[in-house]
């Protein structure tokens, strides 16, 4: 698995983007992926997740908002996210897992390097 985050950038709060990261493995349906974000000066903080058959979780503070979801013919996973705050600037990350279905950065095996979100007030 090797994952590649794309689509960062600058929005103004009330905007949207859409994060996407791509796998050049040849697995990527049999992983969990998700995503997660670091804030200046905080820890790495789960944001959703989404099965091989597209079930979801999210973090509480993005429901509503940020949408998951996964290509797997194209090894492609994207957050879709609206209404944006300026709280949600961070670096976002994509992650697998092949243990399962969970919020905890512990299960998750491979990541991207990250794509930096940057919300403007």
């Known amino acids: 698995v090797q994952l590649q985050a794309f689509g960062g950038g600058v929005v103004q709060a009330g905007g949207s983007l859409r994060l996407s990261c791509a796998d050049s493995?040849?697995?990527?349906?049999?992983?969990?992926m998700g995503w997660f974000r670091q804030a200046p000066g905080k820890e790495r903080e789960f944001v959703a997740a989404?099965?091989?058959?597209?079930?979801?979780l999210y973090q509480d503070s993005v429901k509503g908002r940020f949408t998951i979801f996964r290509v797997n013919a194209k090894n492609t996973v994207c957050l879709q996210m609206a209404s944006l705050k300026p709280e949600d600037t961070a670096v976002y990350y994509c992650?697998?897992?092949?243990?399962?279905?969970?919020?905890?950065?512990?299960?998750?095996?491979?990541w991207g390097q990250g794509t930096l979100v940057t919300v403007s007030s």
């Open positions: 493995g040849r697995t990527f349906s049999a992983y969990v």
């Open positions: 992650a697998a897992s092949s243990s399962g279905f969970s919020r905890l950065i512990s299960e998750y095996n491979y």
């Open positions: 989404i099965t091989s058959g597209a079930r979801t």
